[in-house]
């Protein structure tokens, strides 16, 4: 299947069947010295399990990480990286649709098209759980930014129409949030809306926002590998993300351009913006602002008891569902953005350093 690698330097490939064995993911361009270690990386994907909530149906995900090769005494040795990621309750509770089959708002009918039939479902990448495998390459890339002094801070925004408002929000809450909103008013309406969807079998989406900060200026390509385009290609791939924008985005729309243009200042000998509008991007380069996106995150398909199918012959069919689904896929997705989110960025430092000629003279030369 081409289209399972992503990165030019630092790079990823994620492989694995999410019915079968387990998945994984290899790095390749780590550079050696980078501190990680398993338990790094399972913290970080303990962040994308299902908590235990109303609003959630029971499972429980126990991906647990092994740190194949690459990493040696805490500390990335230069080599490819390998993580296998098994789940010892994948199959609690759940029962394949039959493979002749269309779920309504799934891929089958386009993988079939694409692929032919007789692929098991959730076997191909557009399953969600691939994305395990997304976080564990991108707690190495967290790590990797985090000695360059890059720092992430991620959570949920909004969910159906309940919203956070920054002025009641404390980031010390996100993490230990059960939707991980941190507004607490925001989040106990949000609660709340959601448990009236499970009752009716129905779900919700969501707004993930992620800021990142202390990322030099001059990061990204100015013309096709801008910033913000590459940003943007790695999380739209995510599976159920459906929209991104960054800075002050589609609400931008309503200001003037002489409203939304962030002007200049001098402050210590330093230019800096007065107003972060452009949500720290500037020609599709990072402006050493903070980098302001969010990435919306689609309802699943709602469940129900019964839906209405298609078979591959075009008739109708209708099957019992016994798959179990969250309500709202927002609180997990806010890792896999962060994740992409860093792989692209890492990606894009590693590039940066070729830019000069100085900088390679420097490295050389000395």
């Given amino acids: 299947m081409a289209g399972a690698a992503f990165g030019k330097l630092f790079t990823v490939t994620t492989w694995g069947e999410p019915q079968g064995g387990g998945i994984g993911v290899i790095i390749d361009g780590v550079p050696r010295g980078v501190k990680i270690n398993e338990n790094d990386v399972q913290s970080y994907l303990n962040r994308r399990k299902p908590v235990a909530a109303p609003f959630e149906a029971g499972r429980h995900e126990n991906d647990f990480v092994s740190i194949n090769s690459g990493v040696r005494d805490g500390l990335t040795d230069g080599m490819p990286i390998s993580m296998t990621i098994t789940n010892s309750a994948l199959r609690a509770g759940a029962s394949a649709a039959p493979e002749d089959i269309f779920r309504p708002g799934l891929s089958d009918m386009a993988i079939t098209a694409k692929y032919g039939p007789g692929l098991p479902r959730g076997g191909i990448g557009a399953a969600w759980r691939e994305s395990a495998a997304r976080v564990a390459a991108g707690a190495v890339a967290v790590a990797f930014l985090k000695q360059l002094g890059i720092e992430f801070i991620s959570y949920v925004k909004s969910i159906g129409p309940h919203r956070i408002v920054y002025s009641n929000c404390s980031t010390d809450r996100v993490l230990n949030s059960v939707l991980k909103m941190p507004d607490a008013d925001a989040e106990a309406k949000a609660l709340a809306f959601l448990e009236e969807l499970k009752k009716k079998g129905d779900t919700a989406g969501?707004?993930?926002?992620?800021?990142?900060?202390?990322?030099?200026?001059?990061?990204?390509?100015?013309?096709?590998?801008?910033?913000?385009?590459?940003?943007?290609?790695?999380?739209?791939?995510?599976?159920?993300?459906?929209?991104?924008?960054?800075?002050?985005?589609?609400?931008?729309?309503?200001?003037?351009?002489?409203?939304?243009?962030?002007?200049?200042?001098?402050?210590?000998?330093?230019?800096?913006?007065?107003t972060n509008n452009s949500g720290g991007l500037t020609g599709g380069l990072s402006d050493g602002d903070e980098i302001i996106l969010r990435a919306s995150i689609q309802p699943l398909p709602a469940p129900g008891k019964e839906k209405e199918a298609v078979k591959a012959d075009g008739t109708r069919s209708a099957y019992e569902s016994s798959e179990i689904i969250d309500t709202t896929i927002a609180p997990r997705a806010v890792v896999v953005v962060e994740a992409m989110s860093a792989l692209v960025l890492a990606d894009l430092m590693l590039e940066n350093m070729l830019s000069r000629m100085d900088r390679i003279e420097a490295f050389y030369r000395k």
Avoid: C, H, W, Y
């Fill in 206 to 274: 969501g707004i993930v926002e992620v800021i990142i900060s202390g990322v030099p200026a001059g990061v990204g390509e100015p013309v096709f590998d801008k910033l913000d385009a590459r940003l943007a290609g790695g999380i739209m791939s995510i599976g159920m993300v459906n929209g991104i924008e960054f800075g002050e985005g589609f609400d931008g729309l309503k200001l003037t351009g002489s409203e939304i243009t962030d002007g200049l200042v001098g402050r210590q000998g330093q230019i800096e913006k007065a």
